[in-house]
């Protein structure tokens, strides 16, 4: 599904030149689960922003589903994310003024779906996040696991072939954590394709494979024994 060869992204200043990323050869294959890990600073969100289409790598190639899209114009990254990537935050990214329904309606409005579809998709999704009761309530009316349940819902309400989910469980207590990690590997299993940053070994262990970054580049690939 992913496919990525000679991945460079350089941040230049006047006086300095970094290089952030640089990942020789990385392949993902559908419904795949993977966890990319390492330190602070070495390329994890880099990696994952140029994954998500927020950002093109200064140079080499990036293949979704086949399809070469790693230097699209950034109103081109918009449409090739439409429908096809979902994100999970560790900040949760919610908005604070709509309720959790139209959080979770918001990627359909912007796909143009009409309202009576809307309010199926969504009704479904929030029950099987088991966050249906809240459908009326406001992020801050929330608990920190209740508000990532509801993130995670608005990510795959467009079943999106990719989830991109950076920290997901940074936030919140071991419970809810291990609620949030049961929820992604469901996902997974019914056939959604999941690449996560992590810090956590225990969140690492849920996923098929572990990539180890250090200095922007992958030094280590492991199969995960979970």
């Given amino acids: 599904?992913?496919?990525?060869?000679?991945?460079?992204?350089?941040?230049?200043?006047?006086?300095?030149?970094t290089v952030a990323l640089n990942v020789e050869s990385l392949q993902v294959t559908e419904s795949e689960f993977i966890a990319i890990m390492g330190p602070s600073g070495c390329g994890k969100s880099t990696l994952?922003?140029?994954?998500?289409?927020?950002?093109?790598?200064?140079?080499?190639?990036?293949?979704?589903?086949?399809?070469?899209?790693?230097?699209?114009?950034?109103?081109?990254?918009?449409?090739?994310?439409?429908?096809?990537?979902g994100f999970v935050f560790q900040s949760f990214n919610l908005i604070e003024e709509m309720s959790v329904f139209e959080n979770v309606e918001l990627p359909l409005?912007?796909?143009?779906?009409?309202?009576?579809?809307?309010?199926?998709?969504?009704?479904?999704?929030?029950r099987q996040m088991n966050i249906g009761h809240r459908a009326g309530h406001f992020p801050n009316q929330l608990s920190g696991g209740q508000q990532q349940r509801v993130a995670i819902a608005r990510a795959?309400?467009?079943?999106?072939?990719?989830?991109?989910?950076?920290?997901?469980?940074?936030?919140?207590?071991?419970?809810?954590?291990?609620?949030?990690?049961?929820?992604?590997?469901?996902?997974?299993?019914?056939?959604?394709?999941?690449?996560?940053?992590?810090?956590?070994?225990?969140?690492?262990?849920?996923?098929n494979r572990i990539v180890n970054l250090f200095d922007g580049q992958i030094v280590a690939e492991v199969q995960s024994k979970m």
């Fill in 48 to 85: 994952l922003n140029i994954l998500g289409l927020l950002d093109n790598p200064t140079s080499g190639s990036y293949r979704l589903a086949g399809q070469e899209i790693g230097h699209l114009k950034e109103r081109d990254r918009t449409l090739a994310r439409k429908g096809q990537i």
């Fill in 1 to 17: 599904m992913i496919k990525i060869e000679n991945l460079k992204k350089v941040f230049r200043t006047e006086e300095v030149e």
């Fill in 109 to 126: 409005v912007y796909m143009k779906i009409n309202r009576a579809e809307r309010k199926r998709r969504v009704e479904e999704t929030l």
């Fill in 156 to 207: 795959v309400i467009a079943n999106p072939r990719l989830i991109l989910a950076d920290e997901p469980t940074g936030n919140l207590d071991s419970k809810n954590g291990q609620d949030v990690m049961e929820l992604l590997t469901e996902l997974n299993k019914d056939g959604t394709t999941i690449v996560m940053v992590t810090h956590s070994q225990h969140d690492a262990a849920f996923a």
